[in-house]
């Protein structure tokens, strides 16, 4: 077996201490240091390595300290913190010439995106984005298979997204806009972007939205249209208040099949003329750091790119404009490629 690989956490909270309970069980991996501000959940990581038997992890306030303490020590960083604060930690990642598995969403805002990408280009390293649908055998298998042909053009997309999310996350960061970057749409409506921005495989052209707060600081409910550049139509909708669940449903019509799928990945349906369609299931990727080893090894693509980051980034960055706008069309002048 290779050496393992030399991680970094900058963000010890929930998501990370969930990763690392099944991370810290891999040969694959050996955590050396995590950076967090707070103290308690760069302990209770601590205390994850210590009860498998893995010495503990090096501790830092600051993710800056971090990088330059342990820069030649680490391969690999993992970025589990509030959303707003994702791109200057993750360029730094990247300029420190380290690997990076980051969290969802990649950044907040077009801007960001583009330093990000220019970071990578500079010093070439992996960046993954772990969005479960990016990295689902399902939605990558479609996309494959409708790049080959298999399913006629692409020519229109109906997404919802629903989940008691107004209520579950009351009084929580991710609805305090100025570190969330938004609200439902943003947090659990990101799945569903992501995996239509991977799927429909084209820039979006004009997008109109409107969204309703429900007396919140951020984004409860969110309805967009939009138009790609290939000339498809697609469709958002988004409702973070409602019954205690969570769920979603994407269908593409193309002119030869209509294919319905989650925006996790976990299920897909396939009809074609003269089929009945039938419901294949996968696993819900719980466990991104499988697929960032294989991206790494060049064993497997890397399907959840910057570049597509930059594609969602572009629609968000749209969709905030044109609801502050009371609706009205955006025009996005660029697409990533």
């Given amino acids: ?20 309970r099944g991370w810290v069980h891999m040969p694959e991996v050996t955590f050396v240091a995590s950076a967090d501000v707070n103290v308690p959940s760069r302990r209770r990581l601590a205390d994850i390595c210590t009860a498998a038997g893995k010495p503990e992890p090096q501790e830092f306030d600051d993710y800056r300290d971090m990088l330059a303490a342990c820069r030649d020590q680490l391969d690999a960083v993992y970025v589990s913190t509030p959303h707003a604060f994702h791109a200057e930690q993750a360029i730094a990642v990247a300029e420190a010439g380290l690997d990076l598995l980051l969290e969802k969403p990649m950044v907040t805002t077009v801007e960001e995106a583009e330093r990000l990408i220019a970071a990578q280009k500079q010093t070439g390293v992996t960046i993954v984005i772990a969005f479960q649908g990016g990295l689902s055998p399902l939605v990558l298998d479609t996309k494959r298979r409708a790049q080959a042909g298999e399913f006629g053009e692409l020519v229109n997309v109906a997404a919802t997204i629903w989940e008691g999310w107004s209520e579950s996350y009351n009084g929580h960061w991710k609805q305090q806009p100025e570190i969330s970057g938004g609200g439902f749409m943003f947090d659990t409506g990101a799945h569903m972007m992501n995996t239509v921005c991977l799927l429909a495989d084209s820039g979006f052209a004009r997008v109109s939205a409107y969204m309703n707060n429900r007396g919140k600081p951020i984004d409860i409910l969110c309805a967009v249209s939009a138009r790609l550049d290939s000339g498809a139509l697609v469709t958002f909708n988004a409702a973070g208040e409602g019954p205690p669940g969570c769920a979603s449903y994407i269908t593409l019509f193309y002119t030869g099949a209509i294919i319905r799928i989650d925006a996790w990945g976990g299920w897909r349906e396939i009809s074609l003329p003269g089929e009945t369609a039938q419901r294949e ?35 968000w960055d749209a969709i905030k ?15 990533a490629g």
């Fill in 1 to 20: 077996m290779s050496n393992p690989l030399r991680l970094g956490i900058i963000g010890a909270g929930l998501k990370a201490a969930d990763y690392a």
């Fill in 321 to 335: 404009a044109s609801a502050a706008r009371d609706g009205e069309s955006i025009r996005i002048g660029a697409t």
């Fill in 281 to 315: 299931t996968a696993e819900i990727l719980d466990n991104p750091m499988k697929s960032f080893l294989a991206i790494r090894e060049g064993t497997a693509p890397n399907s959840s790119t910057v570049e597509n980051g930059l594609r969602f980034a572009q629609l």
